[in-house]
């Protein structure tokens, strides 16, 4: 029986009640298919600070580096980390770094909207068509995140001036846009570009690298679209999307709005994924939404996100397509059988029952 090694990060708020709901389904999985999961937790974010002194201790990047992925809960609480230097706060010093650290290039977030929750959704239901299904595909270790220079300065005049650089060169987007186009052919092969081409530099190579590459996948229709358009056609049509290939910003940016579109951040899991090697994708998973710290320790959190963050790295890391299948299943059952957390109740949904963190992990723990 083989065994995969995971590192279990929770960090802060929310993130260690809706871990805890993961690693549930996880062992209902790991039962039901017969593979073995060694799942060890340490401390990342404001945790790891004190516990160790800072964001991402010694220990916890071993235990990442002994693993075969990383399954991730959300770091960074927004009354404490003015009280550190910007950069040793939680998302610079650990979530960025970690990215950094293994290569993490690519950021897959699947948004999905289930009918059973089209009253969640923003948008009018004839906006909603059938149902929207959109993937957003995020270039994540370049552009203006990491560009430098970066800083802040004060200017001969006692001015301040910050300065932050947007940099890719070719070979980046080359890489993100395969994956994109690769996501694209297992779905239904259509993949729209973004990017800011009338005013950015980066716009133009972005869209001539795309444009070229699309040349090795004549199956895939390719449209190029600029941002702040794509921004507006996510809210007036979004069933024209299937998948969205984004820079690091952009896809920031873009890929939570989408979110909404799904009803709640605390339904949207994400990957992010470095190369592959000797048939291996190291990963790191981590749901969208933050820590969430007013409702924290409530038992109120939605769990769904950081669960299905959970089936991605069962596919993408360890290619059990069937165990990540079943957790899909089981948390679209539980909410057909009308269990909602907060975040996606409506108390003139007929047949709906709020429950809380505890209670949705286990009844998607039963559906499997």
Not at 225 to 230: E, I, K, R, T, Y
Not at 342 to 348: A, E, L, R, T, Y
Request: hydrophobic residues 45%; aromatic residues 6%.
């Amino acid at each position: 029986m083989k065994t995969f090694n995971i590192a279990a990060l929770a960090g802060d708020g929310i993130g260690p009640e809706v871990m805890a709901e993961a690693i549930k389904v996880l062992r209902a999985t790991e039962k039901k298919f017969g593979f073995k999961l060694a799942i060890t937790e340490a401390p990342v974010g404001w945790a790891g600070i004190d516990a160790a002194g800072k964001a991402l201790p010694d220990a916890t990047l071993a235990l990442c580096k002994q693993s075969d992925a990383i399954l991730f809960g959300s770091v960074g609480l927004p009354d404490r980390d003015p009280t550190i230097p910007k950069e040793e706060r939680p998302e610079r010093a650990a979530l960025l770094r970690i990215r950094k650290e293994f290569g993490l290039f690519a950021n897959l977030r699947p948004v999905t909207l289930p009918k059973a929750l089209a009253h969640a959704c923003p948008l009018a239901k004839e906006r909603q068509g059938n149902g929207i299904d959109i993937l957003v595909v995020r270039e994540l270790t370049g552009g203006m995140y990491f560009g430098q220079p970066k800083k802040t300065e004060t200017l001969a005049d006692g001015q301040q001036r910050t300065i932050d650089t947007m940099v890719y060169t070719t070979s980046e987007i080359e890489r993100i846009a395969r994956v994109a186009f690769k996501s694209a052919q297992l779905r239904r092969k259509k993949l729209t570009s973004i990017d800011k081409a009338n005013v950015l530099e980066n716009g133009i190579l972005w869209r001539e690298t795309v444009t070229r590459i699309a040349r090795e996948f004549p199956d895939v229709a390719l449209d190029h679209m600029f941002v702040d358009n794509g921004a507006m056609q996510l809210m007036l049509k979004p069933t024209q999307f299937d998948v969205m290939l984004c820079e690091n910003m952009f896809g920031d940016i873009l890929s939570d709005e989408a979110a909404a579109l799904g009803g709640s951040l605390g339904m949207l899991p994400s990957a992010s994924l470095g190369a592959t090697t000797g048939g291996t994708t190291f990963g790191f998973y981590e749901p969208a939404g933050g820590t969430a710290p007013d409702i924290a320790g409530k038992n109120l959190a939605n769990p769904i996100a950081q669960i299905l963050s959970s089936a991605l790295m069962l596919r993408h890391s360890f290619g059990l397509n069937d165990a990540a299948a079943a957790i899909e299943a089981a948390v679209a059952k539980a909410i057909d059988a009308g269990n909602r957390t907060g975040d996606i109740f409506s108390p003139v949904e007929a047949g709906a029952k709020r429950v809380g963190t505890r209670e949705m992990g286990d009844a998607i723990a039963a559906g499997i």
